[in-house]
């Protein structure tokens, strides 16, 4: 069971006074990949014109470009919904960027009430990500947000 108000907490401490956006985004993706088990990438994708381009992350090298409405994470940020996907080989579209990820929780990330990024994990474990996850992580990018400007 992860702790996710200690790793709001945390994130707050890490992000004070940062007005560095990719310093805060490297180290809430850190702080993610060390608190987390069983995950093995953690990290964001922030929208730039009109498609999700490769942000600060934690785990092997990743996708650079997802266009809107493909995949987990841009199905997520196309419908501004946390998407948690127990077996990602049943998602249509998926994206594989790492064959040993097997299931993927992503969350939107917010700025002026639109979505201007996604928070996504991947684990090797299926349906490693519960409705705990989700509620954590959904508040976890909350105060993220409130401390970048992307």
């Known amino acids: 069971m992860t702790n996710y108000e200690a790793l709001v907490r945390q994130l707050g401490r890490l992000t004070k006074g940062v007005e560095y956006d990719i310093s805060n985004m490297a180290n809430a993706a850190a702080l993610l990949w060390m608190a987390l088990p069983d995950i093995n990438w953690s990290g964001f994708y922030i929208l730039k014109d009109g498609c999700l381009r490769l942000g600060p992350f934690a785990g092997k090298p990743a996708c650079t470009v997802i266009e809107m409405g493909s995949g987990v994470c841009g199905t997520a940020a196309a419908s501004d919904e946390t998407l948690v996907v127990p077996n990602v080989h049943e998602f249509p579209g998926h994206i594989a960027c790492d064959g040993a990820s097997n ?12 979505v201007c990024g996604v928070l996504d994990i991947d684990s090797p474990v299926f349906s490693r990500f519960t ?6 992580l959904e508040a976890f990018a909350k105060a993220l947000e409130e401390a970048i400007d992307i």
């Open 103 to 114: 299931s993927e929780i992503v969350v939107p990330l917010h700025k002026g009430g639109k």
């Open 131 to 136: 409705e705990e996850d989700r509620t954590g």
